[in-house]
């Protein structure tokens, strides 16, 4: 099993940056993707970035040119730094895992922008 400990979030003004973390642990050798979906107020959980073991990266329309994946592998750790907040950008974040056997979820960490 794989378990995600997230850090990071909080609150910031439209315009700003924040940084997401999350480490991984356990079966590592396992996960052939991480990333980041998030969950605004009253909407679904949608993909924010991934990034594929292999080494290529997708992101959400909404974020790209904004939001940067980048893994430290000697860490097991994938971070999401966001630039250019926009108040739509607020939500849970969650951190995931995808391995064969199921995908794992990091307990979510609050992101809200303010205008």
């Known amino acids: 099993q794989v378990q995600l400990v997230e850090s990071g979030g909080g609150l910031a003004q439209a315009g700003g940056s924040l940084r997401l973390s999350c480490a991984a642990s356990?079966?590592?050798?396992?996960?052939?993707?991480m990333g980041w979906y998030r969950q605004g107020p009253g909407k679904q959980r949608e993909m924010v970035a991934l990034?594929?073991?292999?080494?290529?990266?997708n992101y959400a329309d909404s974020v790209k040119g904004r939001f940067t994946i980048s893994r430290d592998n000697a860490k097991n750790t994938v971070y999401l730094q966001m630039n250019s907040l926009k108040p739509e950008d607020t939500g849970v974040y969650f951190c995931y895992a995808a391995t064969p056997q199921q995908p794992t979820w990091g307990q979510g960490t609050q992101v809200t922008v303010s205008s």
């Open positions: 990034s594929i073991t292999s080494g290529s990266t």
């Open positions: 356990g079966n590592i050798f396992s996960i052939n993707a």
